[in-house]
């Protein structure tokens, strides 16, 4: 059983920075490729970044050079590093275990002065 918590969410101003945090457990994690998604209120839910086991990243167009995904397999946990942060930025958060049902609950990032 895979359990995915989220945490770092919360009000920033545009310009800001947040890290979000994502804890794993179930011993699969480490050797999976793991990702973040966001959904913005009444937009589809998008795929932000993905991280593999060996640490090879991709982004979407949208956050290239401004976000950050990083993971230490040691602690099983994924990080989300946001820098410059927009207001269309906005959304909730979730973490998942890429091409697989294991989800997080979310957590909500607001972006506004």
């Known amino acids: 059983q895979v359990q995915l918590v989220e945490s770092g969410g919360g009000l920033v101003q545009p310009g800001g920075s947040l890290r979000l945090s994502c804890a794993a457990s179930g011993s699969i994690v480490s050797f999976a490729t793991m990702a973040w998604y966001r959904q913005a209120p009444g937009l589809r839910r998008e795929l932000v970044a993905t991280?593999?086991?060996?640490?090879?990243?991709n982004y979407a167009d949208s956050v290239k050079g401004r976000f950050f995904i990083s993971r230490d397999n040691a602690k099983n946990t994924m990080y989300l590093q946001m820098n410059s942060l927009k207001p269309e930025d906005t959304a909730v958060y979730s973490c998942?275990?890429?091409?697989?049902?294991?989800w997080g609950k979310g957590t909500l990032v607001t972006v506004s002065s």
């Open positions: 998942r275990l890429y091409g697989t049902d294991y």
């Open positions: 991280i593999t086991s060996s640490h090879a990243t």
